[in-house]
T-cell receptor, first 112, second 111 residues
Framework: NAGVTQTPKFQVLKTGQSMTLQCAQD?????MSWYRQDPGMGLRLIHY???????DQGEVPNGYNVSRSTTEDFPLRLLSAAPSQTSVYFC???????????FGPGTRLTVT | QQQVKQSPQSLIVQKGGIPIINCAYE??????FPWYQQFPGKGPALLIA?????SEKKEGRFTISFNKSAKQFSLHIMDSQPGDSATYFC??????????FGKGTRLHILP
């Protein structure tokens, strides 16, 4: 099993550009989520999904879109990047009803 | 009510000492309390977890103490080593629901 994979590892965007952060898992986990990590702020939940076709907002959803067309994939879209979105982004997955959550290696995004 | 409050923000301990990290929560629906460990440049990884039907859980040098009435739980690292230097996150969730994380504690173990 590859676990949770994320691409790209690093990305630099200019303000106003759009991009998609990719996330995939091969563990057949129903639950997938996106977090951003900023110094002193911990891990803040952006969006999450409990299964294909179902998504919901977390603590900090503004400026981000998600979709879940398959169990395996959960991409995060930035429609118009802003400097405030400079952060490290983590995708995670777990089985529904069980707490252990597996994290990907992260994407470091810089918006100039 | 969804928050998990974690302290201290940072901690420096001599090798062999016992660092203690504390967390508090409000939501009584939470029934799963994990701790995650994160090394620089890596994603967090599950370290140890507890459910509220027990007051303590040990795995190797790591122990969670849980006080249901006070709505607090803590992580103790026995015989700490420089390799334990990392950021530690406490978290909480209710069954089938999202996991809420504390803000993290940066732990440094001096050799």
């Amino acid at each position: 099993n590859a676990g949770v994979t994320q691409t790209p590892k690093f990305q630099v965007l200019k303000t106003g550009q759009s991009m998609t952060l990719q996330c995939a898992q091969d563990m057949n986990h129903e639950y997938m989520s996106w977090y951003r990590q900023d110094p002193g702020m911990g891990l803040r939940l952006i969006h999450y999904s409990v299964g294909a076709g179902i998504t919901d907002q977390g603590e900090v959803p503004n400026g981000y879109n998600v979709s879940r067309s398959t169990t395996e994939d959960f991409p995060l879209r930035l429609l118009s990047a802003a400097p405030s979105q400079t952060s490290v982004y983590f995708c995670a997955s777990r089985l529904l009803g069980q707490g252990e959550q597996y994290f990907g290696p992260g994407t470091r995004l810089t918006v100039t | 009510q969804q928050q998990v409050k974690q302290s201290p923000q940072s901690l420096i301990v001599q090798k062999g000492g016992i660092p203690i990290i504390n967390c508090a929560y409000e939501n009584t629906a939470f029934d799963y309390f994990p701790w995650y460990q994160q090394f620089p440049g890596k994603g967090p990884a599950l370290l140890i977890a507890i459910r509220p039907d027990v007051s303590e859980k040990k795995e190797g040098r790591f122990t969670i103490s849980f006080n249901k009435s006070a709505k607090q739980f803590s992580l103790h690292i026995m015989d700490s080593q420089p390799g334990d230097s990392a950021t530690y996150f406490c978290a909480a969730s209710a069954r089938h629901d999202k996991i809420i994380f504390g803000k993290g504690t940066r732990l440094h173990i001096l050799p």
